[in-house]
Structures are given as structure tokens and as C-alpha cells.
């Protein structure tokens, strides 16, 4: 093999360990070269019909070696043990670290890059920065920016990381925890009495793993007084959108989110 069929390699048989890596492939039309996924994959819905081979903290080694993977890709430090047993087992393994909306989008790129097909991850970004300022652009008109809670845990409970926090501002809102965004769950750990305190006008949750309980909110101490409850502004956002640093957060979380913010500003207006 000489050396310029080394730099026109790519990889032929993707393993992603999370799922925001499965939605950019089918959106880069090269799906075919996925050969397992998280039980966790939810976009699209045909990728669950995929061989399953890990979850987010733990993975079937022997599985992912017997499907002779030439790379793994993975999401955080959180997978950072399953990285290392792989790499001990001779693969190939990414494990990317975005946290904003522009790590994602670059991330994006990466990923077009390192399978060939840079000029339409450019496309799709390119699209993607369109729509964000489109939003933007909107929600820069409206009389005035309502106070998003955004809770992803309840016990304890974790508000909203970085690239959540850029898109309630992108959709008007502002998040009462814009000081709070870091990586790790435990710098975004906040209290009821700090709620209270900041005095939402809109409650999402969006817990990691299960079913929002909606009612669970106006039943916490001293809650019956936060705007949000008094106003019914309270609602459930899905996890697989909202949670994963990928493309749903562009193709559908914009929407979602700036529907409800809106909502609110017209009709306290």
C-alpha cells in the first residue's frame, strides 16, 4: 500500500457509542457504514434496528471486537474507561468532547472529514448556523426575555449544561443558571431555595433516563410561588433531543424550545 491510498482510507465499519454520531451519519446519507450502536439511539428511528453493543457507561467489549470495527466513536470523559479497554484491545476509538453549540457543529465537521464526506458536512452545518441566527434573529424582537429554569435531574438537581443554555438565548429566553454550565453534573448542581430565588417564568424538564413528573414541581416547597407554576409555564422536554450534543438539537430542539418561549412572550404581552 503506498501512500496515497493510506490518506484516501476511510473507515468502512463505524461502531458509535452514543447517539448523536448515529444522527450525523444517516444526515451525511452514509448510514451504511454503522455496525453497531447504544441501546440508547433514538434518531432515527431505523437505527434501532441496529446491533446493539454498548450503553453509555458500559459496552460489550468482546461483542465490539468480534464486529472488527476499523473505529469506535464515543462522547465524554464519562467514557473514558470503555475507550481504554478498546484501545487495550488494538481498535481505533474517538471519544469527542463538545459542549456547545459550535464544539457540536465542528465536531460535525470532524466526523464528515474523517469519513470523506467533508463537503456535505459543511452543507449541514452551514444550515444549521443559518437556522441558529434565523431564531436568533426572531427572538431579538420580542419585548422581553422570560426566566428559563431548565432541569435535567431532580435528585439532586442538575440544571442545564452549556450548549442548553445557548439555545434558550438563541430562543429569547434567558437561563436563570447562565452562570452555572460546566461539563461535570456536579458544577451545574443547583437548590430549591436558589429556584426560589431566581423566579422562573418557565420550568423544562428534561431528565436523563426517565419520565418527567410534571406535578412534582408545584408540590416542592415554596414553589407555589415561582411565576412558572403560577402561570401553568411548565413542560416536559425529550431527553433525546435535548441531552445529546448532536444534530437534534438544530433539526428539532430549536423549534420545540422557541415554540414554547414563545408562547409565553405573546401571551404576557
Known sequence: MNLGDLIMSFPSRIICLTEETVESLYLLGRQELIIGVSQYVERPSEAKKLPVVAQFIRSDVEQIVSLRPDLVIGFSDIQKNIASDLIGRGLNVLVTNQRSLD?????????????????????????????LEKFKKISAGFPY???????????????????VSELIDACGGENIFADRTGAMAREREVTNEEVLERNPDIIFGCWCGKPVKLDSFAKRPGFENVKAIQKGNVWELPPAIFLQPGPALFVDGLDQMFEKIQSVVNLDV
Do not use: C, H, M, T
Open 103 to 131: 464544539e457540536i457543529l465542528n465536531n460535525i465537521l470532524l466526523l464528515g472529514r474523517i469519513i470523506g464526506e467533508g463537503n456535505r458536512a459543511q452543507e449541514l452545518v452551514d444550515s444549521f448556523r443559518a437556522k
Open 145 to 163: 426575555r422570560p426566566r428559563v429554569y431548565f432541569e435535567e435531574w431532580d435528585r439532586p438537581q442538575f440544571s442545564g449544561i452549556k450548549w
